[in-house]
C-alpha cells in the first residue's frame, strides 16, 4: 500500500479537507498514474453532498483525471511509463460477462467499479481524482495524444465522452442539423463537439444572455426559447437535439423542432 495526498469530504456536506489515502499495491495489470489535473464536475458536488445517497465517507471525488503513467506491472503492455493518459468514472468490472466482452463495461452483469463511491472487488472503497496519484487497470486507461494539453483533457473525460457520445451515435456530422439546448457546463463542450464534426449548429437557450460566448465556441445559430416565435420558426428544423439541461422541459414543444 502507498499512502498519498488527498482532499476528502469527511461527511456529507462538509468542505473537503486535505487528508491522505491508500492505494493498493500496483499489480501485474495495473498502472500507477502520477495525477496532474482532476476536472470538477456537478457530480462530484452531488456525491458530496450525498445528494443521490448511499455515500462513502470520508469521500475523496474526481472522475476526470489526467496525468503521467509513473508505475506499471509486470504483464502492462499498452503504457510504459511517461505516458500521458487519462481515467474516467470507471475502473474496473469483471472483464468475463457478455457486455465486458463487448467493450460496454458500464453494463457489466456484476456491476462495473466506479472511480470513487464505490467498493472495488475486494470490497475496500474507492477514492477518486482529488489526491495526488491513482492506480488502475490498465484496460480502464486512456491515451491522452500529445496534441491536448492535460488540463483540457480532464473534462473530456467525463463532459466530453457524455455529449460526444449522442452526437457520434445519432450521426452529427456534415450535412445535418444539430440542436444543444442549454449552454452551460455539458451544452458548450456539445458546441464545440457538434462543430468540429461538421454538423451545422444551434443553440436554444433561455435567453441571449450567452450568445456571444455560443457562437464563438462554434455556434451557427443561437435562439432564446423564451421567445414567443422560437418553436414556430425552427418547427421540423433539426436532425439531432441533445438537451443538457436538468431543469423541466416541455417535450412535446422540442420534439416539434425535429
Request: proline letters at 5%; a negative charge.
Amino acid at each position: 500500500m502507498t499512502t498519498v495526498a488527498a482532499y476528502a469530504a469527511p461527511r456529507a456536506k462538509a468542505p473537503l479537507e486535505r487528508t491522505t489515502i491508500e492505494r493498493r499495491p500496483v499489480g501485474e495489470f495495473d498502472v500507477l498514474i502520477d495525477i496532474k489535473f482532476a476536472g470538477i464536475c456537478h457530480s462530484d458536488i452531488h456525491q458530496a453532498r450525498d445528494g443521490w445517497g448511499e455515500g462513502i465517507f470520508p469521500m475523496v471525488p474526481g472522475h476526470e483525471i489526467a496525468g503521467i503513467v509513473a508505475e506499471t506491472g509486470p504483464g502492462v503492455t499498452r503504457f510504459k511509463v511517461g505516458d500521458r493518459v487519462g481515467v474516467g468514472c470507471m475502473v474496473d468490472s469483471c472483464g468475463t460477462c457478455d457486455a465486458c466482452l463487448m467493450g460496454r463495461e458500464q453494463h457489466c452483469a456484476e456491476g462495473n467499479t466506479q472511480t470513487y463511491n464505490a467498493l472495488d472487488r475486494s470490497g475496500e472503497p474507492t477514492y477518486g481524482g482529488y489526491s495526488t496519484h491513482i492506480v488502475v487497470a490498465e484496460s480502464f486507461a486512456l491515451s491522452i495524444p500529445e496534441g491536448i494539453a492535460l488540463d483540457e483533457a480532464a473534462p473530456l473525460l467525463c463532459a466530453g465522452i457524455t455529449t460526444y457520445s449522442p452526437l457520434k451515435r445519432w450521426g452529427a456530422g456534415p450535412g445535418k442539423k444539430v440542436a444543444v439546448v442549454g449552454l452551460g457546463g455539458l451544452g458548450h463542450m456539445a458546441v464545440k463537439i457538434a462543430h468540429a464534426l461538421g454538423a451545422e449548429v444551434t443553440v436554444l437557450s433561455q435567453s441571449l444572455r450567452k450568445k456571444d460566448d455560443g457562437l464563438k465556441l462554434g455556434a451557427d445559430h443561437y435562439y432564446a426559447t423564451s421567445a414567443p416565435r422560437t418553436f414556430e420558426e425552427l418547427a421540423g428544423t433539426f436532425d439531432v437535439i441533445l438537451s443538457t439541461v436538468s431543469a423541466p422541459l416541455d417535450f412535446g414543444a422540442y420534439l416539434g423542432l425535429l
